[in-house]
């Protein structure tokens, strides 16, 4: 079993920077790809990158490609999300998820493990 927890989060002005980070529990960490989330009020969780084992290869959303890097340190048992050009409408709860698969996926309900989110909110 893998536990997450994420912190990084908070207010920024648009157009600002954040990262984002993600702490895993236990000696397995380089055994899940690791995806980043967010949900925002009223709205469902919704992907935003994915990064697989050894951090070769990653996956966005079009939505934040070219603003957003995903990348990992597997000796940290950490996983990063660099978050540039921030928009209003980036604002919303950022989750971490861990996936035993070997097939990338955009969706939540492939993931086993989830953190307990971390709040990102951009001002106009």
């Known amino acids: 079993q893998v536990q997450l927890v994420e912190s990084g989060g908070g207010l920024v002005q648009a157009g600002g920077s954040l990262r984002l980070s993600c702490a895993a529990s236990g000696r397995t960490f380089s055994s899940y790809a690791m995806g980043w989330f967010r949900q925002a009020p009223g709205k469902e969780r919704e992907f935003v990158a994915h990064?697989?084992?050894?951090?070769?290869?990653?996956y966005y959303a079009d939505y934040v490609k070219g603003r957003f890097t995903i990348s990992r340190d597997n000796a940290k048992n950490t996983v990063y999300l660099r978050m540039n050009s921030l928009k209003p409408e980036d604002t919303g709860v950022y989750y971490c998820a861990a996936d035993r698969s070997f097939t990338p996926t955009m969706t939540p309900e492939r993931y086993d493990y989830w953190g307990q989110g971390t709040q990102v909110t951009v001002s106009s």
């Open positions: 990064i697989d084992r050894s951090g070769g290869i990653t």
